[in-house]
C-alpha cells in the first residue's frame, strides 16, 4: 500500500526567503506525482505535475523535483510572499490505466510572516 | 465559471439522517472522482466513474455511501444514516481521459464541508 509523508507538517519563514517543501513515498512504482495547493476551508489547485520519466518542473518561482528510485519530491519555492501562505499537498498516482486514484500526503502547512 | 462546482458548501446534520451531495465536472470531461478529507489529513480517494460507469470503489466507502453519475455528467454521493465521523469535507475532482497514452490532470471543485452532530 502506498504511503506519502509530507515533512514538516507545518512552516513559518519571513517573507522574501526561498524554502523547500518534502514528500516522500514508500512505493516508487507511480506514474507521476502532483503538488497541489489548499487554502483554509478550500478546494485544491494545482500547482505542478511531474511524470515519472521527467526529473523536474517548473512554474514562476515554483520548481518540484522527483526522484522516483529513491522515492522524494521536493517542492521548491523561490523569494516566499505572503500570499504563498497556504497548506502544500503533494500526491502521487500509480498507473494510467485501472489505477487513477491519487494518493494525497498530509500536507505542509505554509505561513510566510511578512 | 467554468470548473468544477459542488452543491451545498456546507451542510450541518442530526445523526442518523440522509444526505445527499452534488458535483458537476468540467463539461467535456469524462471521468469523474469523490475524495474526502478529514481535518488535518490529505484527501483520500472515496470512487470514481468514466462517464456513466463507477470504476472503482474504496474500503472507505461503506454500505451507507452511494454515488451516481446516471447520464455521464454530474453526480451525486448520498450518505444514508449519518455519523459523526462521517463528518468531513467531501472534494470532488474531474478529469478529460483520453487514453493510457496521455496524462489526466484532476481539477478539484470546492468541496462540501459537512458537519454532523
Known amino acids: 500500500k502506498q504511503e506519502v509523508t509530507q515533512i514538516p507538517a507545518a512552516l513559518s519563514v519571513p517573507e522574501g526567503e526561498n524554502l523547500v517543501l518534502n514528500c516522500s513515498f514508500t512505493d516508487s512504482a507511480i506514474y507521476n506525482l502532483q503538488w497541489f495547493r489548499q487554502d483554509p476551508g478550500k478546494g485544491l489547485t494545482s500547482l505542478l505535475l511531474i511524470q515519472s520519466s521527467q526529473r523536474e518542473q517548473t512554474s514562476g518561482r515554483l520548481n518540484a523535483s522527483l526522484d522516483k528510485s529513491s522515492g522524494r519530491s521536493t517542492l521548491y519555492i523561490a523569494a516566499s510572499q505572503p500570499g504563498d501562505s497556504a497548506t502544500y499537498l503533494c500526491a502521487v498516482r500509480r498507473s494510467n490505466f485501472g489505477n487513477e486514484k491519487l494518493t494525497f500526503g498530509t500536507g505542509t502547512r505554509l505561513t510566510i510572516i511578512p | 465559471d467554468t470548473g468544477v462546482s459542488q452543491d451545498p458548501r456546507h451542510k450541518i446534520t442530526k445523526r442518523g439522517q440522509n444526505v445527499t451531495f452534488r458535483c458537476d465536472p468540467i463539461s467535456e470531461h469524462n471521468r469523474l472522482y469523490w475524495y474526502r478529507q478529514t481535518l488535518g489529513q490529505g484527501p483520500e480517494f472515496l470512487t470514481y466513474?468514466?462517464?456513466?460507469?463507477?470504476?472503482?470503489k474504496s474500503r472507505l466507502l461503506s454500505d451507507r455511501f452511494s454515488a451516481e453519475r446516471p447520464k455521464g455528467s454530474f453526480s451525486t454521493l448520498e450518505i444514508q444514516r449519518t455519523e459523526q465521523g462521517d463528518s468531513a469535507m467531501y472534494l470532488c475532482?474531474?478529469?478529460?481521459?483520453?487514453?493510457?497514452?496521455?496524462?489526466?490532470?484532476?481539477?478539484f471543485g470546492p468541496g462540501t464541508r459537512l458537519t454532523v452532530l
Open positions: 475532482a474531474s478529469s478529460l481521459y483520453r487514453g493510457s497514452s496521455s496524462t489526466d490532470t484532476q481539477y
Open positions: 466513474f468514466q462517464n456513466e460507469a463507477q470504476l472503482e
